[in-house]
């Protein structure tokens, strides 16, 4: 895992991955790797806002605004799903 991420981060899904949704929760699919992750309902929103976003801290002012939650717990969780998706390949940092 990446420790410098942070919410000034920008990522986007790589090529060759995946994602379909049902009932509210998806499954992003590595082509390359084959290897897939489930997401659940929250996953899924923190998933969207992530890749709509160019940056990491529009995506936590949105899931902020829509989430009932302290924002020290929603940025430490939108940062540990960022890294662990990072390090299974299915997103990676937007260097442009």
């Given at each position: ?32 790797s084959?290897?897939y ?17 160019t ?11 829509h ?19 990072i ?5 990676a940092l937007?260097?442009?």
């Amino acid at each position: 895992m990446d420790a410098g991420i942070d919410l000034t981060a920008a990522v986007r899904a790589p090529e060759g991955v995946l994602v379909r949704e049902l009932g509210g929760e998806s499954v992003l699919l590595d082509l390359e790797s084959e290897s897939y992750f489930g997401l659940d309902d929250v996953g899924t929103r923190m998933w969207a806002a992530m890749t709509r976003h160019t940056s990491l801290r529009e995506a936590f002012d949105e899931l902020l605004a829509h989430y009932d939650v302290p924002a020290e717990t929603l940025e430490r969780d939108l940062i540990a799903l960022t890294e662990e998706l990072i390090e299974h390949g299915l997103l990676a940092l937007d260097k442009a």
